[in-house]
């Protein structure tokens, strides 16, 4: 298991930008690709909230390099985020905005399988958010979206217990078989 800390996030260094996490999550897949010690075959990407969106740029262009991707509470995009949390500001976001994260045309372009985990409570992200993003991955050998009817935005795990457990489990299982 790796765990990557974005530039700019924990003790990372850096600024976050999206341009800059795309290059650390390519950085991380690359080690990952080439340590001796990790099965090339059994490479998972999981991504929550900001990371639903970079683990879906990243499998979106290098989906035959992944057994899979797992996107937890993620946004379809910014945009979108803007006319939830801002809709005052929603109808100028064209004039300002700078970050983008197209969550939802990255999903569109994954091929390896899909799991899509929803907290239905989610207080952040609208939880038809991951609904959407499950409806976008039409071109993945399988998709599967857990929902976790009392998930919150940052709990949806711990909520979600045995069954959040049986959900990668099974997802697992299945994006193994051959």
Known sequence: MLILAYRGYGDSEGKPSEEGLKLDAEAVLEFALNDSEIDNDRIFVFGRSLGASVGARLASQKSNQLQGVILENGFTS??????????????????????????????????????????????????????????????????????????????TWKIGGDEYVRAFKNFFEKAEQK
């Open 78 to 155: 910014i945009a979108d985020m803007v006319d939830h949390l801002m809709p005052m500001v929603a109808k100028f976001k064209w004039l300002i905005q700078r970050i983008f994260y197209p969550t939802a045309q990255y999903v569109k372009d994954i091929t390896c399988p899909i799991l899509i985990i929803r907290g239905v409570k989610d207080e952040i992200v609208p939880s038809f958010h991951g609904v959407e993003m499950f409806e976008s991955a039409r071109k993945a050998k399988f998709r599967h979206l857990y929902e976790c009817a009392e998930g919150d935005h940052n709990n």
